[in-house]
Every structure is written in structure tokens, then in C-alpha cells.
Nanobody, 117 residues
Framework: QVQLVESGGGSVQPGGSLRLSCTAS????????MGWYRQAPGKQRELVAD???????TYVYSVKDRFTISRNNAKNTVALQMKSLKPEDTAVYYC???????????WGQGTQVTVSS
């Protein structure tokens, strides 16, 4: 089993920045990919960005050039730096981890991000 603990959510005005962090513990040797997903009220959960253990990244188009995902394999952490935040970025953000065809085998508890003036 793998446990994921997120931190760093909060409220910010449009145009502001936030940084989310996620720390993995447990059977971390089973993980090759870590990522961030989000779910807004009334919407399906969607991939925001993910990163493999060799540094390959994927971003949903709506956050490209605004969000940056990074990973520290030695510390078993993944971070999401978010800038130029928009009201439509408001959602619960979840850290996820897995490997191969199951990139979301494990989930964190989620952290709220609210972008509002």
C-alpha cells in the first residue's frame, strides 16, 4: 500500500499563485508515476498534470504554461506550482500515484483550491 498526503491548498485571488505538495510513504517502490487531478463541483475528476520517475510530464491543455509539476524521487514527493490562477481552477486537487496502466492506483485525501476575488 501507498499513502499520499497533500498540503498547500487554500484561497487566492485571480492571478495569484499556490504550490501544492504531496508526500508518498509505504510501498513506494511500486510507484513509477505521480500526478495531480482535480474535481470541481458538478464535474468529473480530470488529470491536471503527471510526471514519471524519469521526468516525463503531461499537462492538461488548460494549465500549460501556468502550472509546473516537479518530483523529488529521493524524498518521494511531487509538487504542483500553480501561477496565474483563474476562477475556473477552483476545485479539490488530489494527488495520485501508480504505475503502468494504473497511474491512479493510490489517491490522497484532496486539498481545496479556491480562486476568487
Amino acid at each position: 500500500q501507498v499513502q499520499l498526503v497533500e498540503s498547500g491548498g487554500g484561497s487566492v485571488q485571480p492571478g495569484g499563485s499556490l504550490r501544492l505538495s504531496c508526500t508518498a510513504s509505504g510501498s513506494i517502490f511500486t510507484i513509477t508515476i505521480m500526478g495531480w487531478y482535480r474535481q470541481a463541483p458538478g464535474k468529473q475528476r480530470e488529470l491536471v498534470a503527471d510526471i514519471t520517475d524519469d521526468g516525463r510530464t503531461t499537462y492538461v491543455y488548460s494549465v500549460k504554461d501556468r502550472f509546473t509539476i516537479s518530483r523529488n524521487n529521493a524524498k518521494n514527493t511531487v509538487a504542483l506550482q500553480m501561477k496565474s490562477l483563474k476562477p475556473e481552477d477552483t476545485a479539490v486537487y488530489y494527488c495520485a500515484a501508480g504505475r503502468g496502466s494504473v497511474p491512479t492506483a493510490y489517491w490522497g485525501q484532496g486539498t481545496q483550491v479556491t480562486v476568487s476575488s
